[in-house]
């Protein structure tokens, strides 16, 4: 097999509304590559907020990859992409964000991420390929988010914030040649979404049974910002059988360690040697170790899979987000 890296298109930002980029239907692809070119103007008139985390990436709110018309294999949000793509391959993709505060500028902004489908970290990262040849349709669909989404949602200002103009350019690289015999698992991702209506130590989250799971990202967000304080306790769990019960954030600071993020405290020169952060609101539950898919969490023989946490409710709008990596075994 060779490799192929192209440039497949470009999608305009409309706001509010949905794009469509057909992708061509050759070969096996190893991953989708975005590169997001925006420019954006705060208004003099903003008295509050501040960016989110990894913005402008909120401009694209969700990405989904469809085959056939009806089988989705991916729904992202730029956002997590942009950060998952940081824990899959070690270094923090390219970004160019405004700066804190509510401060009067216009700007240009970029994020780039990468849509993986062959595995990462594994030992036959080919396994996942997503092959194409043979299928009636692949599409992009991107929505697109409002201007205003890239600020926190303590935001405020007469005009508030408007995208003068944005990009989303898409690539890929692809296998060519790959022999028609080899058959290939699904890397499926998506995203679950729970909203806290109070604080509980029984907070159950429904996960679906029939297929592998090789991690699951949780993300907590309270009025618009990524916080630590949602989380006290994770549990993975099937009836009695309990797969992960740990505290939220002792598995962040393992996430530290295991994936390699750098987040010394900014602004603090004299403190920056000896302080070393936490990436708010991201919890990583892994459980493929040694790049083997066998130690994937099977669920297809459970009658149930549920995440259950202890949760707290600091804000006005508490939401979990929840984004499983499936594994889809190929037809015998």
């Known amino acids: 097999m060779k490799t192929l890296e192209r440039h497949l298109g470009q999608l305009t930002y409309t706001a509010g509304a949905t794009s469509t980029l057909q992708i061509p239907r050759n070969y096996a692809f190893r991953r989708l590559s975005f590169h997001l070119d925006a420019n954006v103007t705060i208004a003099a008139s903003a008295s509050a907020g501040t960016p989110k985390d990894s913005c402008p990436a909120q401009l694209v709110s969700n990405i989904t990859i469809r085959a056939n018309g009806r089988d989705v294999i991916k729904s992202m949000d730029l956002e997590t992409l942009h950060r998952l793509t940081e824990r899959r391959h070690g270094v923090r993709p390219f970004i160019n964000s405004l700066p804190s505060g509510y401060a009067a500028v216009t700007q240009a902004v970029d994020a780039h991420a990468f849509l993986d489908f062959s595995m990462w970290d594994c030992i036959r ?40 103009s944005a990009i989303l350019y898409v690539s890929a690289e692809e296998y060519v040649a790959v022999p028609a015999a080899m058959n290939f698992s699904v890397n499926k991702e998506y995203q679950i ?36 304080t949602i989380l006290d306790n994770i549990q993975i769990k099937s009836g009695t059988e309990v797969f992960k019960n740990i505290r939220a954030v002792q598995l962040q600071m393992d996430n530290r360690i295991e994936f390699g993020l750098q987040l010394p405290k900014a602004n603090d020169t004299v403190n920056r ?39 707290n409710a600091p804000g006005t709008v508490d939401v979990i987000d929840v984004y499983p990596v499936e594994l889809i075994a190929p037809a015998a």
């Open 125 to 164: 990262p080919i396994d996942t390929l997503l092959q194409s040849r043979g299928l009636a349709t692949l599409e992009m669909i991107v929505t697109w988010g409002q201007p205003d989404d890239i600020m926190t949602d303590a935001f405020t200002g007469g005009t508030g914030c408007s995208v003068n």
């Open 193 to 228: 979404r729970s909203v806290i209506g109070a604080a509980s130590d029984n907070h159950q989250i429904a996960l679906p049974v029939g297929n592998m799971y090789r991690s699951f990202l949780i993300k907590t967000h309270s009025d618009g910002v990524n916080v630590n």
């Open 273 to 311: 040697l000896y302080q070393e952060g936490i990436l708010a609101g991201y919890y990583h539950l892994e459980f493929v170790r040694d790049g083997r898919l066998t130690e994937a969490l099977d669920a297809r023989q459970l009658s149930s899979l549920e995440l259950v946490l202890d949760v």
